[in-house]
């Protein structure tokens, strides 16, 4: 199996652009995480899907971020617009099951500038 | 008071010492506990996770887990160059069952 796949790696963009990270979780895996990590604030979860429903999106933390899930292979996280202090490292990670190991995909490098 | 703590480190130890890693977290209902190793630039994976009191080994490493005194640690032997990364630990937040991670403890070994 390819693993968690996420893209584009990495992303530098202008404060006030869109900005949208890609994800294709593990063939199989029904539960998909979004996690943001910075140094200050370490691994935080964003949302989290089962099944392409979203569960709990109580980490999300503003308006400006919203997450689909359209089918079972593919997400997308989006921010719009974008500001610098949303630079950080996002990643996807996929379970078969929630409480089932999380296994992360290799994470997009975002820096807004 | 975060809800999972761990020192920041760095931690150095030298090349065939045991490392110890500690975490302590705040929802005393939680049940599972994990270490997730992360090298720099890179993904975490998961090393070792730990649902009851006591030892837990496998291979080089060992999870211990205190739930009276709400107290993870990993214990790493033989800690070889290669160990050298981030150690993150996780707990399953009871109420919504979510992963929530400690900001990590850096470790390094020197040859």
């Known amino acids: 199996d390819a693993g968690v796949i996420q893209s584009p790696r990495h992303e530098v963009t202008e404060m006030g652009q869109e900005v949208t990270l890609r994800c294709k979780p593990i063939s199989g895996h029904d539960y998909l995480f979004w996690y943001r990590q910075t140094m200050m604030r370490g691994l935080e979860l964003l949302i989290y899907?089962?099944?392409?429903?979203?569960?709990?999106d109580s980490g999300m933390p503003e308006d400006r971020f919203s997450a689909k899930m359209p089918n079972a292979s593919f997400s997308t996280l989006k921010i719009q617009p974008s500001e610098p202090r949303d630079s950080a490292v996002y990643f996807c990670a996929s379970s078969l099951g929630q409480k089932e190991t999380q296994y992360f995909g290799p994470g997009t490098r975002l820096l807004v500038l | 008071q975060k809800e999972v703590e761990q020192n920041s480190g760095p931690l150095s130890v030298p090349e065939g010492a045991i490392a110890s890693l500690n975490c302590t977290y705040s929802?005393?209902?939680?049940?599972?506990f994990f270490w997730y190793r992360q090298y720099s630039g890179k993904s975490p994976e998961l090393i070792m996770f730990?649902?009851?009191?006591g030892d837990k080994e496998d291979g080089r490493f060992t999870a211990q887990l205190n739930k009276a005194s709400q107290y993870v640690s990993l214990l790493i032997r033989d800690s070889q160059p290669s160990d050298s990364a981030t150690y993150l630990c996780a707990v399953r937040n009871t109420g919504f069952q979510k992963l929530v991670f400690g900001t990590g403890t850096r470790l390094l070994v020197s040859p």
């Open positions: 929802d005393r209902g939680s049940q599972s």
């Open positions: 730990i649902y009851s009191n």
């Open positions: 899907f089962n099944n392409n429903v979203p569960i709990d």
